[in-house]
């Protein structure tokens, strides 16, 4: 096996041909690489086939021996400095591998149809395939430099397929946006290397942890104390910004501006878990400094409750998904602040492959809307338009259903098994922590539902006008009125009004939602399900949805052990778990289960009240109206409610008050410094050349050009000088 060891360094390198033959390509023979453009996605798909065969078969022997094998090459020696190249494998680098390898293959084989209109479509599958060989660098990295340079080549790739589409200003504004946060971590992991290099001379892991380790544990200066805690803020700083974690989070969101298999590669399951895998690696520094540890967990709390409330109101379906993503990154953050390795790495896996099969399913719904509104993001992925898609696409639905209960955390599927063990173990590590971690749970099961209601249920929008979801009280999301005896005619579910089911319709209710005066110009269409190109990725990621969470179940039985993920991380450290190997027995996991799915059964009950099709199955039943209408109007929660939507629709007035301090403040301050540079500093000069231009200008009609008047006048000017001396010194 040493010997299969020994090639893995090509794991980052075979995806690399691919953007530097388009590249050439493109450059001397334009017209036939396009021409077999088909040839390139294919090559695409099968070199990182490759590597994902590769990263199983190196990954296998781990699960039973936990081996770790490095390989070094020197890249420059002198008696002070040291530089070294090479690859680490151990379990860490193969679960990234394969995790990057699966999905982006699946992300591939669906961007071959998603992205075969476009004209830039050999630019795409150039712009992933770099992504992937530099996310597979990072990944295999065995030491800072390296880890940096590939971080840097990762944020560059981002920028380039955010803004894929730069001739729309958002999309371009988009990448810059991401650019620029980005590189405010860049530049405090930059500095955290740095510092750890200064202190401890060394880039590499193993030397890196030992010296670290001994300076912590046997050096009591409070002063080094401050400078080491201060060097691996700086690094925690770097995996904040690539996560999206609060406050750099800024960024996410707008990225969808981006195509959507960008989405599901990148800001679902490998670049934003590129800060997770950053702390994985270095949590031996991380967990020796108790000040920085608490700070993650904290951090990661926030985020949590952040990305939850602030999709709550978002209409574009792919910013919706923006935000959970952020929010369930932050439980994985949580879970490496209260020290449970296993359980955050658990929930990266299990949320890549669902958020990768939710934001493909977000595509084939966009792109199946793309038939009725044209291209237009703004509507072709606003929720508001859409509706009753059951049956326009069913295998779309269905996989986006999976997907949805997944990341709800319903048994068995994926999410459920690491969200459980990390709202489990929060319990131990704070209450607080824990009440905040569970009603998020049922925060992401609201928003989630609401998602799949107002995408699938009812009627499709897009043909509706004048569409309201404003209310006076809360008590009318109750309320169900009795439809009169004309089959044509239907009780909205929140309106006093009847309302017929014919072209003269002009007005439907949903909750916090309003369209006003949209015209639909095109035909009378309807959505179709997407290719089968498409729907083979859906369906592939559908199944790893269903079973990925098999390789954590946390218990054993007799003979059977199920715990694969232990195994092939072990030793891994656990700071809430001393004694690891002692696994739960079925009474206690269905005893800590039941309360988390009972909490994630009523966000679903709720987001179905609030968000389930106007016209409803119910709305002959005339208790609920009797019932709501001896119930006084409630407006003050409807105020609560107003200001939750308004807070949540706005972003929580971050990127607001971003634009507000950072944005503006640094315009003022570069047109401040414009001003000085422009005013005064080249004032100077040229007054300096003007005041010399004139006296030039003034002195050169004295002369006449002749050199005796030139003595003369010289002559004279001496001799006045020796006068004026000589009287004076008398």
């Keep these: 096996m040493e010997h299969t060891y020994q090639y893995a360094w090509i794991i980052p390198f075979l995806p690399l041909p691919i953007p530097m033959l388009l590249g050439v390509g493109l450059l001397l023979f334009p017209t036939a690489t396009k021409n077999l453009r088909r040839m390139w996605s294919f090559t695409s798909v099968l070199l990182l086939s490759i590597v994902m065969t590769f990263s199983v078969n190196l990954s296998i022997p781990q699960i039973n021996s936990s081996s770790i094998y490095q390989y070094v090459w020197s890249w420059t020696i002198n008696n002070d400095f040291s530089l070294e190249f090479g690859y680490l494998i151990d ?32 630019r795409f599958f150039a712009y992933m395939s770099f992504f992937n060989a530099s996310m597979l660098g990072l990944v295999t990295s065995s030491n800072l430099i390296q880890i940096y340079i590939f971080w840097e ?119 934003v878990a590129a800060g997770i895998f950053l702390l994985a690696r270095l949590f031996p520094l991380f967990i020796v400094i108790p000040y920085i540890m608490s700070l993650i967990s904290l951090i990661g709390i926030i985020t949590i409750l952040l990305g939850a409330t602030l999709a709550l109101a ?132 609201f928003y989630m539902f609401r998602i799949y209601l107002l995408t699938f249920e009812g009627y499709l929008n897009v043909h509706c006008k004048n569409y309201s979801g404003k209310k006076s009280s809360l008590m009318r999301l109750l309320t169900l009125l009795t439809t009169d005896n004309n089959e044509n005619a239907k009780a909205s579910f929140f309106s006093k009004k009847v309302y017929r089911l014919d072209a003269n319709v002009r007005k439907m209710t949903r909750p916090l939602i309003t369209i006003n005066q949209f015209d639909n110009k095109n035909t009378f269409l309807y959505p179709q399900e997407s290719d089968n190109t498409m729907l083979f990725p859906l369906f592939v990621l559908a199944l790893f949805t ?115 301090s950072l944005t503006k403040g640094i315009r003022r301050l570069a047109e401040l410094t414009h001003f000085f540079d422009e005013r005064v500093i080249e004032g100077i000069t040229n007054g300096v050349g003007v005041m010399s231009f004139f006296v030039g200008e003034s002195i050169k009609y004295v002369g006449g050009g002749r050199i005796s008047s030139y003595l003369f006048l010289y002559l004279s000017s001496v001799s006045i000088l020796l006068l004026i001396s000589y009287f004076l010194n008398q």
């Design 91 to 122: 379990p860490l680098t193969s679960i990234m591998s394969i995790l990057i390898t699966t999905v982006g293959i699946m992300v591939l084989i669906y961007s071959d149809n998603y992205m075969s209109h476009d004209q830039g479509y050999l």
């Design 153 to 271: 080549l990762v944020g560059m790739c981002s920028y380039l397929l955010i803004g894929f589409w730069f001739t729309r200003p958002i999309a371009a504004n988009a990448c810059q946006k991401a650019f620029v946060t980005n590189r405010v971590g860049d530049f405090g992991l930059l500095l955290g290397i740095l510092g750890l290099y200064w202190i401890t001379g060394s880039f590499e892991f193993r030397d890196l942890f030992e010296i670290f380790n001994n300076l912590i544990y046997n050096n009591n200066n409070g002063t080094n104390f401050l400078f080491v805690s201060l060097c691996v803020l700086f690094l925690f700083v770097g995996a904040v910004a690539k996560s999206a974690q609060f406050p750099l989070h800024v960024w996410l969101p707008d990225a969808m501006e981006g195509p959507t298999p960008i989405s599901a590669l990148i800001h679902a399951a490998t670049m």
């Design 314 to 445: 978002q209409k574009d379906i792919k910013r919706s998904l923006a935000y959970s993503t952020m929010s369930q990154l932050g439980y994985t953050m949580l879970a490496l602040g209260m020290g449970s390795y296993r359980a955050a790495l658990f929930h990266l896996i299990t949320h890549a492959y669902s958020k990768a099969l939710l934001f493909l399913g977000s595509g084939s719904i966009i792109h199946s809307m793309e038939a009725i509104v044209g291209y237009s993001p703004d509507k072709s992925q606003n929720m508001v338009l859409m509706g009753g898609l059951t049956k326009h696409v069913p295998i779309t639905k269905n996989t986006f259903l999976l997907g949805t209960l997944s990341l709800c955390g319903i048994p068995p599927l994926a999410c459920f098994w690491s969200k459980d063990e990390i709202l489990n173990d929060s319990w131990l590590y704070s209450p607080i922590f824990a009440i905040i971690a569970c009603l998020t749970a049922g925060l992401t099961a």
């Design 546 to 660: 269903l079973f990925v969470g098999a390789i954590g179940i946390p218990f054993n039985q007799e003979r059977v052990y199920f715990d694969i993920l232990s195994k092939w991380l072990n030793p891994a450290t656990n700071l809430l778990h001393k004694n690891f190997n002692n696994h739960g027995d079925w009474y206690e996991f269905f005893r800590n289960a039941i309360f988390s799915v009972s909490i994630s059964y009523f966000g679903i009950f709720l987001a179905s009240l609030l968000y389930n099709p106007v016209y409803s199955s119910l709305k002959d039943l005339d208790l609920i109206n009797s019932l709501a209408k001896k119930v006084p109007k409630r407006t003050f929660w409807d105020k609560i409610i107003n200001k939750v939507y308004n807070w949540s629709y706005n972003r929580g007035y971050i990127d607001a008050f971003y634009e507000t």
